[in-house]
């Protein structure tokens, strides 16, 4: 089953992301990432079964480790393949077995091991593309966060602000993330302070001005622009709402549809 594996969204994203680093490929790759398997050579301490399908069934109390790579600086990875013929070009004629791996499954392995452990990369005889851990746990919580409702009630002061520099990444995000849902009109992005007191307690707030009022929009783009948020929440309306719309009327926004 191994070499039938080829992993066509990776190796694209990964070619993409190579060619130019902007937050665009960015935001492909850890959508690939997020949504598709890699191969990664693993041994274990008992033989699994196999099913009908070729599917490997470990006993409970199975020990397994995953196979290390280290880099010219010392720094140590867990190789990643997208197909066999790219596991075959980094071990050539030793053979290795792989299992077939979702980020919720070899996350884990980095994690506990996260003092020795730099990452994974992605076809080192490849395309060469190194993770490291932090970025692997960023998109694996932002994707696993859900969106509360926070309501805003009649007469309470919201303070926001312009954003500045910091925001720039976020920016691009938003208006990558405008051009692929066509429902999207528009979008503002402010930041709001949580307490005047304490100014440098903040996070975005985001007024989406949509033809459809489907809260699975900023549910789309809370998981593609998590990465780029600097660690802030965010916060989003519609600008059909009285905020969102005096918002939409004194403020430029950051994306228009074409």
């Not at 693993?42 to 480790?65: C, V, Y």
């Not at 392995?109 to 992605?122: C, E, H, N, P, R």
Request: a negative charge; charged letters at 25%; glycine letters at 4%.
């Amino acid at each position: 089953m191994n070499n039938e594996f080829k992993n066509t969204s990776m190796q694209q994203a990964m070619s993409l992301l190579r060619e130019e680093q902007t937050q665009e490929n960015m935001l492909a790759a850890a959508e690939a990432l997020l949504n598709t398997k890699v191969m990664i050579p693993a041994r274990w301490d008992k033989e699994p079964q196999t099913d009908e399908n070729g599917q490997l069934n470990f006993a409970p109390d199975t020990k397994i480790s995953l196979m290390v790579i280290s880099s010219d600086n010392g720094m140590r990875f867990f190789p990643a393949f997208t197909e066999m013929e790219e596991v075959k070009k980094f071990y050539k004629d030793n053979q290795v077995t792989c299992l077939i791996l979702s980020l919720d499954q070899y996350l884990p392995f980095l994690t506990s091991a996260k003092d020795t452990m730099t990452g994974i990369v992605i076809d080192p005889k490849g395309i060469n593309m190194p993770f490291k851990t932090d970025f692997l746990e960023g998109i694996r919580k932002a994707n696993k966060q859900r969106l509360d409702q926070n309501t805003i009630h009649k007469g309470q002061k919201i303070h926001l602000k312009n954003v500045g520099k910091e925001a720039q990444n976020l920016e691009a995000a938003l208006i990558s993330t405008g051009f692929h849902e066509p429902a999207i009109r528009a979008i503002y992005l402010k930041e709001r302070v949580d307490d005047p007191m304490h100014p440098e307690k903040s996070h975005w707030f985001i007024v989406v001005d949509s033809d459809r009022l489907d809260t699975g929009i900023f549910n789309r783009i809370g998981q593609t622009c998590r990465p780029a948020a600097n660690g802030k929440d965010m916060e989003f309306m519609f600008a059909d709402q009285k905020l969102g719309h005096d918002i939409a009327s004194t403020s430029t926004a950051i994306y228009t549809r074409p």
